[in-house]
DNA sequence: TCCGTTGGTTATAGGTTCTAACCAAAGCGA
DNA sequence: TCGCTTTGGTTAGAACCTATAACCAACGGA
């Protein structure tokens, strides 16, 4: 509870290292991540570093932890909201620094595994999603059933399966879109990436307005 | 045309480094590719490679050349199937090498431009998908007139505003579960995320049938 | 005050990309 | 066949990187 002088200074040092860690990958991903360059930019040379974090690898996992947990505060901050808001401010999340979102959700390297807390606060986000989608559920459809016998990961929430695809779903799309925009790969189509996550979003109500009405 | 003998020697040999070089991506990533490694496996040492590649970057451009020429002959080879048929063509065809796919759709390194003409064959690309999705539009969105006024970028194709956002959301749309599923995310829940494609790629269908029928 | 823990240093090993300098061999025209 | 030019290879080395080892100063609690 109470830190000692040494534990507060400690992690000042440690917050400042990942500071100009994010600084770094920010500008230049997180392949150009120099350990080196960092500890001259907090005052001190090379090896010392190492006194903070084990190794090269152990700081990125912290910043991928901090990374999960920085979107589930602005997600659970907007819980309650509805998806298209949700959306938005996962959106300007990620816009607000493109590597970090890529941290995460980018890129993986083969042999790394994450540690189990950040799949934890994975969830967290997932709830918040889930629970957005309670009670816009369409019509049935096989992969609903599909998703009925596959719902551990989930375990224990009172959600429909057809609520849990909705979310799956507002999940990949959303990330669809992001992650190519963010990429760059809209760069020359000259179209407003977030009229599309609009509607990939909220999918059903814009088309079937008009046709089914609200008939459901 | 006629190749003399020391250009098929140099194509020969950058062909076989680059063979490598994808054995290497496909097992620790881009980031792990090694041009020492690479030297030693072809049989020579070191600096010799900087007489077929100028660099590190100029290899990898290369492969992201490669990479979406692949894909575009893989895509070009379904054309005129369908939409779904589309889709398990492209997951296939990232599931049999993972980190291909990420070389060309995952974490942007924040200098690098692509040169033009992996753009064109990307184009290439769309092109099939837009083809596919002709005449399969639904009730106009709002989207679709955004689009009608930014339509640049397919440049004389003539296809209805409708249908490119049909090509562009199938993109999006498979992009979004194909990465995630690709980087792992989907690990431990347990569904296939092959039916989640489908239902993604032909969306209104299945929600569809058996509500408005075939009244569209 | 003493002494262990902690936070810093420099030196060093081994890895990387890439350049420089040098050399051998292949191809080609006279 | 001779000789020159281009090409493909070598080794050496500069400038980075991660990471470890060895050493030392300074701080904090008994």
């Known amino acids: 509870m109470a830190q000692s002088s040494r534990e507060r200074y400690r992690a000042q040092v440690r917050a400042d290292i990942k500071g100009h860690a994010w600084e770094q990958i920010a500008t230049a991903g997180v392949s150009a991540l120099s350990l080196n360059a960092i500890a001259k930019q907090v005052g001190m040379s090379g090896p010392a570093l190492y006194r903070y974090f084990a190794s090269r690898d152990e700081l990125i996992t912290e910043l991928i932890r901090d990374g ?66 309670a009670g816009t559920d369409g019509p ?19 959600a429909t399966a057809a609520t849990l695809h909705r979310a799956l779903s507002f999940w990949t799309r959303l990330h669809g879109v992001l992650s190519l925009e963010l990429a760059g790969h809209f760069a020359g189509m000259g179209f407003d990436p977030a009229l599309l996550v609009a509607e990939e979003v909220i999918p059903d109500q814009h088309r079937r307005s008009g046709i089914t009405g609200s008939s459901l």
């Open 68 to 133: 999960y947990r920085s979107l589930a505060d602005a997600v659970q901050a907007a819980a309650g909201t509805d998806l298209l808001e949700l959306a938005h401010v996962i959106r300007d999340w990620a816009r607000a620094d493109p590597q970090r979102y890529f941290l995460l959700y980018g890129t993986p390297v083969p042999g790394y595994h994450a540690p189990a807390d950040t799949t934890a606060i994975s969830r967290e986000v997932m709830v918040v999603l889930i629970e957005a989608c």
């Open 140 to 158: 049935p459809t096989p992969f609903d059933a599909h998703l009925e016998a596959h719902r551990d990961w989930i375990d224990g929430h009172p």
